[in-house]
Each structure stands twice: as structure tokens, then as C-alpha cells.
């Protein structure tokens, strides 16, 4: 549920990049997980993600790419019934939704700040984007600590992420605008 949610709160992203059908098959991934779908179900969107033309992007110097990670995640989590190690699965989600948000918020930054980041003696300092995500899921966590009913948890954590759904999907188009003069030139 914790890597639904993750997920569902990217899914600004997928909409702004991916096609259309990834966009559709995204959401009904992350719904899928959020509303804990059978194992039959989720088998069969994961067979179809994996067929995606965002799966494709080798890497981050392509505005196709970007979409990328998010349908990386909900796989994983589409997955994790499978899975030895639930946990795992909750902070690979959790690990990939703020890798991708960082680069979000770096992308406004002035083109000579956006080194810092990759420099070993900076310390990184969280934008805003990724800031609200880290304070979200601590939030998520304590939803998923007190839920006992899965199906009641997935709707609470749908209007938990809403909020941060809006909020990213307002600075999509500025981020679509940054990456593509940045893998223009």
C-alpha cells in the first residue's frame, strides 16, 4: 500500500511525459495496488507496463525518460505479493519517488546550481517538491499504521496523496519546459 501510494502521487508526471496509454495504465496499476487487486490482475498489468514505449529510455538526458521510475515503481509494487521482503518493496518506492522529485525541483534551479547537487561535499538541502513528499509519506505511514481494513487504507491514502497530486501536477508543464530546453542543448 505504503508503494501505491508513493506511486499514485506521481502520477503528474506520467500524465505530463508518457503517452497516453501509459498515463491510463499507470492509474489503473496504482488503483490495482490501492485497492488490493488479485495476484492474476496485477500479474497482467505488470505483462502490459513492461510493454510501455517509456520503458524504453536508457536515460535522464531524454524528456521521454522521466516517466520511467514512476512505472518502474508501481511494477515493483504490482509485485511485491512475490516478494521475501515486503519492506523492501516499501522503501525502493519510497527511495525512487524521491530521486525523482529531486530532479524535479533541480530542474528549476539556475543551470550552474544543478551541479551541486552531484558534488561529494555538498550537502543536499530538499526542495520543495521533495520536502512534501518526505512529509507525506511519514504521513502515509502512520495512516497504514492504523488501518485495518486494506480496501478503507487504499481509499484513505487516495485522498491522503490527492493534495500532492495537484501540487505536482501545477509545476509539470515548467519541468517539461526545463527538460526539454536542457536535453536541447
Known amino acids: 500500500m505504503f508503494g501505491g501510494a508513493c506511486a499514485a502521487r506521481l502520477a503528474p508526471v506520467v500524465d505530463a511525459i508518457g503517452s497516453d496509454e501509459t498515463a491510463a495504465l499507470f492509474r489503473e496499476a496504482v488503483r490495482a495496488v490501492l485497492r488490493d487487486a488479485p495476484g492474476e490482475v496485477r500479474s497482467g498489468l505488470v505483462d502490459r507496463l513492461a510493454r510501455m514505449p517509456e520503458m524504453g529510455a536508457e536515460h535522464s538526458g531524454v524528456l521521454e525518460y522521466w516517466p520511467k521510475p514512476a512505472v518502474v515503481m508501481v511494477t515493483v509494487v504490482l ?11 516499501g522503501r ?13 525541483d533541480t530542474a ?30 511519514i504521513r502515509t ?15 484513505q491514502l487516495e485522498g491522503l496523496s490527492a493534495p500532492r497530486v495537484q501540487e505536482l501536477a501545477a509545476v509539470m508543464p515548467d519541468f517539461v519546459r526545463a527538460e526539454s530546453s536542457a536535453t536541447n542543448n
Open 108 to 137: 528549476f534551479l539556475a543551470p550552474d546550481d544543478r551541479f551541486r547537487f552531484i558534488e561529494f561535499d555538498h550537502v543536499h538541502t530538499p526542495g520543495a517538491q521533495q520536502r512534501a513528499e518526505m512529509e507525506t509519506q
Open 79 to 89: 509485485q511485491s505479493g512475490t516478494s521475501d521482503d515486503p519492506g523492501d518493496i
Open 141 to 155: 505511514i502512520a495512516l497504514l499504521r492504523m488501518a485495518s481494513d486494506p480496501t478503507d487504507a487504499g481509499r
Open 92 to 104: 525502493r518506492a519510497c527511495a525512487i519517488s524521491l530521486e525523482l522529485l529531486e530532479s524535479v
